[in-house]
């Protein structure tokens, strides 16, 4: 998506800024001779900015305002190496709550609901960015924060809670449990804000489901407020990002160049207008493309497609870059499909052949599943892949994350 004049008018000021508090990208940006962004040229020659960047400054470095003005800290969760501080200034605080109001207002959230926060509290964004963007529409909050499922449920009937803030794997364990305690007709839940993870359509299919409501896709990172800087709608294709806040980029991920709307590649965000840690094309690893053309719902915010995995997923096959979730999400179509799967890619003969095994519980001719997942990859992603089908049970499982793709070309 091309910036708009008034976005680079906005990244101008964030660039005058950085320079002026000669933080750390400031500093970058003064060694690179950038002092003002006037053209999208000028936009597209500022450099990226990494994670690793991020943890370059630890602690404070990245604060481009003097301290007095800070007034929080939160910190991105690694589960390895230094972590990342995000200074965040009163402004920036009311910045992302408004945000998040946003997103509880376009999923049709009001001043009338009772909103239960299930995600953590304390350095990590989630929680009470769940909770500052409710206060704000004015709704109730009833900040339970993780786990503890006994009164999360006793607090759900009691309290009548109407819309439920959680991670997807919390709200399916949560869904199951009032199945099994046959509680249902208790429950006054009809909204679910669902955030901070990847999940396929079934799983969605099931929490709506079970628990009857209505669910919606939260987007965000901590480099970037948190949650809450976009949303998905009532017409389910999509996220609407806040472009007031943040200016996104798709672009290839090995190369860095921009792509054109409707293609997949990596999210690069710019805030237009933080003022504690502005950041400059942040590469968030993330891959989705920006959906062309208006939304069927009528909001004018552009619209960023679900997340397909990260950069470091990627795969290229015969020129065409795949995804993980792009293949999960063919055979998701196929209800007569288990939700094991093995991606094994390999260099056959001086090309590269994609093979894909799943698992069926034998109701169709195993040859004629097989055509009919090939050609749905061929139809929908660019590629002919070799599908194989197996038995029910075949394919490895784990209790932990299950390895599904292989690379075998590199091995
Ligand atoms: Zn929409």
Known sequence: MQISPKQLELVNEQVGRL????????RRLSEAGVTEVRTAADFLALPFSEKQDLRDCYPLGLSAVPESEVVRIHSSSGTTGTPVIIPYTARDVEDWAEQFRR???MAGVTAEDRVQITPGYGLWTAGIGFQAGAERLGAMCIPMGPGNTEKQLQFMVDMRSTVLGATSSYALLL????????????????????????WGR????????????????????????GPGIGISCDAEDGMHYWDDFIYIEIVDPVTGAPVPDGTFGEIVITTLVKEGAP?????????????????????PF???????????DMMKIKGVNVFPRQIEEVLQEFPQLSSEYQIRISHLE????????????????????????SDEVKRRIGFTPLVKVVELGVLPRSEKK???VFDERYE
């Open 302 to 312: 552009p619209r960023l497609d679900s997340i397909q995995g990260r950069s470091d």
């Open 19 to 26: 320079v002026a508090s000669g933080n750390y990208f400031g």
């Open 103 to 105: 997103c509880y207002e």
């Open 175 to 198: 869904a199951e449990e009032i199945e099994r305690r046959g509680i249902r007709d208790q429950i006054c839940l009809r909204k679910g804000i669902i955030g901070s993870e990847r």
């Open 279 to 299: 950041l400059v094309r942040f590469r968030t690893h993330d891959i989705s493309r920006i959906i062309p053309g208006a939304c069927p719902c009528g909001s």
């Open 350 to 373: 001086g090309r590269d052949t994609m093979r894909i095994y799943v698992e069926t519980d034998g109701t169709q001719d195993f040859l004629d599943l097989a055509d009919a997942v």
């Open 202 to 225: 079934r799983m969605r299919e099931r929490i709506k489901g079970e628990l009857g409501i209505q669910i919606y896709d939260i987007y965000g990172l901590t480099e970037v407020y």
């Open 402 to 404: 299950t390895r599904r």
